[in-house]
């Protein structure tokens, strides 16, 4: 049976997590390179990049300057002595390393933006490849499904009154069980500290900072045990690093491909051999229903 503190911290993350059919685009795209593009035909899987080798691994600690902003403004509030412990212990699990790593896996609903095809798709010498948003939703929504779905949320606001919320209703449900079990309130916070800090982890995912609104970000995630690395990981070239990833192999009901409908072609390449050798690649490995599309953005590489 889910303790009060579980209880309330998953519906937090449903909040994020369990989305409704229209809720997702139709269309959500990733932008890559040739290599991303080959392997994934190849493979037939989606690659979940370890969090610690995004491009900017700051990306999940933005949520946990959130946190420690909102602890000192509570504070400042003089809280009870077991808001104070609360807190504490908060803190303290903040600093402790998760048993736990994410694995992200970034989507937009833009199929031809120039930032991201210099920032994601080698100065527009990439790719993009179009995912049907529907089916990645469903794919998702079961709770022992292999990763979740997620819109990035960039509005600062709103990211500390998420958290100022979840732990207004924490700080009332310890005094609750305290009260109920008094002799019981150092392990009665330790839980609830424990399930927070699994909620702000939850909550870090679907969180960036306001500058990359333009974006326009939706993510796959996944939480993988430590313990279970050794077998689940691999490894692939990036450039001139090596990367951790997990592979998952979304597929919708009744079919044996990723459900992919569209790729796109970036502006920086000129020429039609590029376009043939798209659609070679999808010949090859059975896609050959994919709309290929050039990008209209105009881009003069220097």
């Known amino acids: 049976m889910k303790s009060a503190f579980e209880q309330t911290a998953s519906s937090y993350a449903d909040e994020v997590y369990k989305l409704g059919p229209t809720a997702v685009p139709p269309m959500l795209y990733h932008y890559t390179d040739a290599a991303g593009l080959l392997g994934m035909l190849n493979s037939g899987s989606i690659w979940l990049t370890d969090h610690r080798f995004l491009n900017d691994k700051s990306e999940l600690e933005h949520t946990h300057g959130t946190l420690r902003e909102l602890l000192a403004s509570k504070e400042d509030q003089s809280p009870s002595t077991q808001a104070k412990k609360l807190y504490d212990a908060i803190r303290l699990y903040a600093r402790t390393e998760s048993s736990q790593d994410i694995h992200i896996f970034s989507l937009t609903e833009d199929p031809d933006d120039l930032s991201q095809w210099r920032g994601y798709a080698r100065e527009g010498l990439g790719f993009t490849i179009g995912f049907c948003g529907l089916t990645l939703r469903e794919i998702a929504d079961p709770d022992d499904a292999e990763f979740s779905i997620s819109k990035i949320e960039y509005d600062h606001a709103k990211q500390k009154s998420v958290l100022d919320q979840a732990l207004t209703e924490f700080e009332r ?84 491909k990723l459900p992919i409908k569209r790729i796109g072609i970036g502006p920086g390449f000129v020429g039609s051999e590029v376009v043939d050798a798209v659609r070679a690649l999808c010949k090859q490995t059975d896609y050959e229903h994919v709309e290929i599309y050039p990008a209209d953005t105009p881009y003069r590489r220097i």
Do not use: M
């Open 173 to 256: 449900l310890v005094t609750k069980e305290v009260k109920s079990k008094p002799t019981k309130e150092e392990e009665i916070i330790d839980d609830a500290a424990s399930w927070f800090d699994w909620l702000v982890g939850v909550r870090a995912v679907a969180n960036k900072h306001s500058s990359f609104r333009l974006e326009r970000e939706w993510r796959l995630s996944s939480l993988v045990d430590k313990d279970d690395l050794d077998k689940d990981v691999k490894v692939r070239a990036s450039g001139l690093r090596l990367v951790r990833y997990i592979e998952v192999a979304p597929r919708a009901q009744g079919e044996s």
